[in-house]
């Protein structure tokens, strides 16, 4: 069966402090990958995804940058941590199902992230 | 960017009644998917609807497309203190994005 991992759990940063969160995917193969940022009480914000090692689109320009250096491992970075950064992240996968069109989305626990 | 708009924002329901949350889109999709999120927890799938269909159940829940309308409907029935969460809706694009709304948090009176 396949997991989603995702840590730390929680983080609490300063101001203008790097970050790396980091995802792996386990029991798939090429899955497609996302980051998603969640704010107090608010939808998902959808912020990067890859269909490929390498393949990153960004949704939204930020000081946020993803990487996928390995098949099923997803990356979150900053080099230097604003305070609007604070919030849910999220990763999750899905796989295309063969002879569909469509792709159902799994979550993983999340990291909350508050940047002091 | 959001996509989908859920409505009511924020719904509160004696248990045991019938829940409702709607969802708009702007613009064409090739599915729409339902997901819950309890408090601080991640989400999970609840249900997809392709396209081309026009309703699909799922045990208690019943999820309806009018992909004329651009809009969705997810029903809960005969609602549980368990069902007390927040649930969105999200749009599924031909190039692999899923772009959620901002969700509606639904609560459950005993």
């Known amino acids: 069966s396949q997991t989603i991992h995702q840590w730390p759990a929680t983080l609490v940063q300063p101001v203008g402090s790097p970050l790396s969160l980091e995802c792996t995917v386990e029991?798939?193969?090429?899955?497609?990958l996302y980051w998603y940022r969640q704010a107090a009480g608010r939808g998902l914000q959808l912020l990067f995804y890859?269909?490929?090692?390498?393949?990153i689109s960004s949704e939204v320009p930020q000081n946020l940058s993803a990487s996928r250096p390995q098949d099923r491992q997803f990356i979150l970075s900053s080099k230097k941590l604003l305070l609007s950064d604070s919030g849910f992240y999220l990763c999750a996968w899905s796989v295309l199902a063969e002879g569909t069109s469509y792709n159902e989305q799994f979550f993983g626990p999340g990291t909350r992230l508050t940047v002091l | 960017s959001q996509q989908g708009e859920e409505d009511p924002q924020a719904l509160s329901i004696q248990e045991g009644e019938n829940a409702t949350m709607n969802c708009s889109y702007k613009t064409s999709i090739n599915n729409l998917q339902w997901y819950r999120q309890n408090s601080g927890r991640g989400l999970v799938h609840l249900i997809l609807?392709?396209?081309?269909?026009r309703e699909k159940h799922s045990g208690r829940l019943r999820v309806t497309l009018d992909t004329s309308k651009k809009s969705s409907s997810l029903l809960i029935t005969a609602s549980r203190a368990a069902d007390t969460a927040s649930y969105f809706c999200?749009?599924?694009?031909?190039?692999?994005?899923?772009?959620f709304g901002k969700g509606t948090r639904l609560h459950i009176l005993p």
């Open positions: 999200a749009t599924g694009h031909r190039d692999d994005k899923i772009i």
């Open positions: 029991g798939t193969s090429n899955p497609n």
């Open positions: 609807i392709r396209s081309n269909e």
């Open positions: 890859s269909v490929g090692i390498g393949q």
